[in-house]
């Protein structure tokens, strides 16, 4: 899984920086909306949810921008994913010349996938930070978990769009399902409401969500300088390699009929 990115690496990086280039191309500001987006949803959580509604997150007592981070946070994490699931499903569709050519190694376009995401959640968590120190000052040492926390995720994502793109193939519906069925995913997150306030079982089932337990982590370091509890995430990094793994397997396992298929 990681030996053929590494083989490939040089490719892969080629091919997620011309999938940035053209997420831009022919615009004005060009890569400025890659920080001009994020500013305006945080200036939008600010002003919503901190002078419309004036909400107050339970354990955290501390200014309307506080909280808007607090939201902003967890919507970082939430698109990373969302981003990956809606490009999945017409990857291959998309690539139509990739699939065509036979020594092509197309597993690692997931990679690329995740790269243009990951790009995103850099610049997002740029402005965060930025924000933060602002705010609050330096950011509390337990920040230095949130990297090995993001990896499982990516490795979850990584999972899912080797599943998606695989099916995309067959079932041209998926595209549309998963368009219609992503955006739902957000109310069974915790991007903006706090876990703690779920009764059970409730509470329990919402952990089925892979995004819970990462998001939650990474505010309890931000906002609480809490460290992550090692044993559930060494769990988590386990079952997430273990999904990665088991999409990769399918997407070989298929990968001999895209040509004729698509």
Known sequence: MFGCAWHYRQLVLRLTLREIEARFRGSLLGKLWAGIVPLFMLSLYTFVFGFLFKVRW??????????????????????????????????????????????????????????????????????????????????????????????????????????????????????????????????????????????????????LNPLTFVIEAVRAALFLAEWPNWAALALYGAIAWIFAWAGRAWFLFVRGEFADVV
């Not at 998309?94 to 597993?107: S, T």
């Not at 993001?150 to 193939?169: D, E, K, N, R, T």
């Not at 399902?177 to 306030?197: C, E, K």
């Open 58 to 207: 339970p354990g955290l007592e501390g200014s309307t921008l506080q909280v808007a981070l607090l939201y902003f946070s967890g919507l970082i994490l939430f698109d990373f994913v969302l981003e990956c699931l809606t490009r999945a499903p017409a990857l291959l569709a998309d690539q139509i010349a990739y699939v065509k050519k036979v020594l092509f190694p197309l597993e690692i376009l997931a990679w690329v996938v995740i790269g243009g995401a990951l790009f995103r959640v850099l610049v997002g968590a740029a402005i965060l930070l930025v924000f933060y120190v602002a705010i609050d000052g330096l950011p509390p040492l337990a920040v230095l978990s949130i990297p090995v926390l993001v990896l499982p995720l990516a490795l979850i994502a990584m999972g899912f769009i080797w599943f998606l793109s695989a099916l995309g193939v067959y079932v041209r519906d998926f595209r549309h399902a998963v368009l219609v069925l992503a955006p739902v995913t957000m109310f069974l997150t915790p991007v903006f409401f706090p876990l703690s306030t779920v009764s059970e079982p409730i509470r329990s089932l919402l952990y």
